[in-house]
Every structure is written in structure tokens, then in C-alpha cells.
Nanobody, 124 residues
């Protein structure tokens, strides 16, 4: 399983970015997908997850601003980030756990495969 994240960059506070994560080496439509982030000096934290069959979940800090979606035909999961804040600055990682996973996990340890990360920097 390989995950390739992209779409990060420098954006002003209040702006928007869309991250993409292309997956290979798996039957993508059968896997839950998640986004995490890690700011300097902090632990990696959950951002959002989307199920292989239905449903999504978000961290409280991004609810109402971020939207996770997936395109199974393109083996890609997206994270649309709107109304960005300074505290959203971090390296963003996509991850996946296992096929037909039950429930949307929010812990780092629940995910078995990780992408390389893409930097998001929000400036004032």
C-alpha cells in the first residue's frame, strides 16, 4: 500500500486549500481513509476520516471548516480546508487502516499505512 499526499502550500489566514492523497496497491473503495496533522513540537493528531461504505468524522477543531471526501474511481481522498487559521499550520498526512474496517478511528495507532506528508502553512 502506498499513499501520496499533495496540495499543501502557503496560504493566508481565512484562505482555503485542498489536499489530495492518491492511494495505490489496494482496492481503495474497501478502505477507510484518514487525515492527520503534526505541528512542530506537537504530537500527530487526528483531523478527519471517511468510511469505505458510508460516513465521515472530524476533529472538533476543524468541524464546519474542513470537508473530507473520496473519489473511488481515482483512488483519491481529499481534504478541503476552508477558513484556515494560523493554528492549522502543520504537516498533513493521509493514512489508512485495513480493508472493510469497522468504525472510523481517530488514533494514530489504529492506522497501518501512512503517506509522506504535505506542508500547510497559514500566515497572518
Amino acid at each position: 500500500v502506498q499513499l501520496q499526499a499533495s496540495g499543501g502550500g502557503l496560504v493566508q489566514a481565512g484562505g482555503a486549500l485542498r489536499l489530495s492523497c492518491k492511494a495505490s496497491g489496494l482496492t481503495f473503495s474497501n478502505w477507510n481513509m484518514g487525515w492527520f496533522r503534526q505541528a512542530p513540537g506537537k504530537e500527530r493528531e487526528f483531523v478527519a476520516a471517511i468510511g469505505w461504505n458510508v460516513g465521515s468524522t472530524y476533529a472538533d477543531s476543524v468541524k464546519g471548516r474542513f470537508t473530507i471526501s473520496r473519489d473511488n474511481a481515482k483512488n483519491t481522498v481529499y481534504l478541503q480546508m476552508n477558513s484556515l487559521k494560523l493554528e492549522d499550520t502543520a504537516v498533513y498526512y493521509c493514512a489508512t487502516d485495513r480493508p472493510y474496517g469497522h468504525g472510523l478511528k481517530q488514533t494514530v495507532g489504529a492506522y497501518n499505512y501512512w503517506g509522506q506528508g504535505t506542508q500547510v502553512t497559514v500566515s497572518s
